[in-house]
């Protein structure tokens, strides 16, 4: 069985996913034979693997950080909710259900069989585990049947290193509060603290430092610096306010609106894979904007329509909100518009659900691709690969487009829409199935592949005519999406290293 180590956090989004990440980079340099493990991970951020499996977005960047291919066994529980009170929930990368909250507290007892079956396999296979806790460990109403932090932690006999958020405030309150509200044997787990996030001068730090190594007689292992510059792909839609952030601090110099290409994203109440548009932050040209309802859409080049884990729930609010309205001002102006996959969905004539998917009835989509969608209970989740369709608005591509497709509709075409791609190769099948729309030339289109504009010759393509119609010059290089994601992991790990207390942290795991 591989040695392990456990990430645990005083509480949601303290960044206990990017330092896994972090440490799975470090370990791989360093020569060990490393794979993450979550147990159990809520996002509507999930990623489709080679077997066609779905499983949470985080565990995919751990996996690309630990140079391994992203497999199920990573995190064996997603779930993605879908409403305040009820989720689907997905084991060993396929959909089991819809729960409420409390159904799901009671199923916990069962999960823990599949958590440990994951566990044990990821285990047998490599020489070291980086494990990410879920949360708090000190939410006392969850702690029975926990598969999340601590009931992970005693099944792989993990010690656990506790991280704390020192930009929100109160983080020493939080890493001694929680260590009080741990029994005896939980308390035992925790071998160090990290402090995540700080700006400032460490030195006026040091008080503190001292008082918690002193108060709780556990050392602190490291204060790792609060970051912009370093490009690692993020899960939760929490994040947001971060994301414009780093949109603007991936370059060098910001781009000048007037010579810059303007993409909105509309940011849905049930956005899902928002990383979709990460791609573009790669070009210099490029400003990729947020938009949440109650702001405006403003002036754009482009408008995308995300996926979305509540397709019609989210069109009732585009048009109840307006945006209906600005889109198609935006559309009649020439302005161009994408929909990808629940957003592809939404650009159609109509949407059903006969089967109660999403609660039943149906809903008129925003009329400009000649699609009808009829949601279904099967989830489609498969890799693909496709090319552009013969006398659709996008050519043959030299080398075939790479995605993955999540969803639970399916799209039939009406009134003589021509379909965008051929599908070629979904999961390990070669075959050929069509998939996407467009309208007026091309200025609109729909596909159901996340994923698309990781491509990076077709992303290329698609600003290419947007630089062209605006008069902008196109710089000649095409920037490589993985060579991005590389260099982020290869930052973050030397800021890492260098605030880090990496031998006390080797001690703490036992590796020779």
Not at 61 to 90: F, R, S, T, W, Y
Not at 456 to 477: A, M, P, Y
Not at 481 to 506: P, Q, T
Request: glycine share 10%; net charge negative; charged share 25%.
């Amino acid at each position: 069985m591989a040695d392990c180590i456990m990430i645990q956090g005083t509480g949601s989004h303290v960044g206990k996913s990017v330092l896994t990440a972090a440490l799975c980079r470090i370990f791989k340099e360093d020569g060990t034979n490393v794979a993450p493990f979550k147990s159990q991970n809520m996002a509507l951020n999930s990623f489709v693997t080679e077997e066609g499996g779905e499983m949470g977005r985080a565990q995919v960047v751990q996996a690309e950080a630990a140079g391994l291919k992203p497999h199920v066994d990573m995190n064996p529980i997603l779930i993605k909710p879908h409403a305040d009170m009820e989720a689907q929930v997905i084991i060993h990368g396929k959909v089991v259900g819809n729960y409420s909250a409390k159904d799901f507290h009671g199923f916990k007892k069962k999960a823990m069989k599949y958590v440990k079956e994951s566990y044990d396999r990821l285990s047998g296979k490599h020489d070291l585990i980086v494990i990410e806790g879920a949360g708090s460990p000190a939410e006392i109403n969850l702690r029975e049947n926990d598969i999340a932090n601590m009931g992970t932690a005693h099944l792989a006999g993990a010690p656990v290193i506790l991280v704390g958020d020192i930009d929100k405030g109160g983080v020493f309150a939080s890493l001694v509060g929680t260590l009080e509200l741990l029994d005896d044997a939980d308390r035992e787990r925790i071998k160090g603290f990290i402090i995540n996030k700080f700006r400032g001068d460490i030195s006026l730090l040091k008080p503190g430092l001292d008082f918690l190594e002193k108060k709780t007689g556990l050392p602190v292992l490291g204060v790792i610096p609060y970051f912009r510059d370093i490009y690692i792909q993020e899960e939760d839609s929490v994040n947001l306010d971060n994301r414009k952030d780093v949109e603007t601090c991936r370059r060098d110099v910001s781009p000048d609106k007037n010579s810059a290409i303007e993409i909105v994203v509309l940011y849905l109440p049930h956005i899902s894979n928002f990383t979709d548009f990460d791609p573009f932050a790669s070009e210099a040209d490029v400003n990729v904007r947020y938009v949440t309802f109650g702001e405006r859409i403003g002036e754009a080049d482009l408008i995308i329509i995300p996926g979305s884990k509540s397709t019609i729930a989210d069109l009732h609010s585009l048009k109840s909100s307006g945006y209906a309205d600005e889109i198609a001002a935006h559309v009649d102006h020439g302005g161009k518009l994408i929909g990808i996959c629940g957003g592809y969905q939404m650009l159609g004539k109509a949407i059903s659900d006969p089967q109660g998917v999403e609660g039943r009835g149906s809903i008129e989509g925003l009329g400009y691709l000649d699609i009808k969608t009829v949601m279904n209970r099967e989830k489609m989740t498969q890799q693909v690969e496709a090319i552009g369709v013969k006398g659709s608005i996008y050519k043959e591509n030299e080398k075939p487009l790479k995605g993955y497709e999540i969803h639970m509709g399916e799209s039939f075409y009406i009134g003589g829409a021509r379909p965008l791609f051929e599908i070629i190769r979904r999961g390990r099948q070669t075959m050929t199935v069509y998939d996407g729309a467009s309208a007026r030339k091309g200025q609109i289109w729909g596909t159901y592949m996340h994923g698309i504009f990781d491509n990076d010759d077709f992303r290329r393509t698609l600003l290419d005519k947007i630089r062209r119609e605006k008069g902008i010059v196109s710089n000649s290089d095409t920037n490589s999406h993985d060579a991005a994601k590389e260099e982020g992991f290869r930052k973050l790990a030397e800021l890492v290293r260098e605030n880090l207390d990496l031998e006390k942290v080797y001690e703490i795991v036992r590796i020779d």
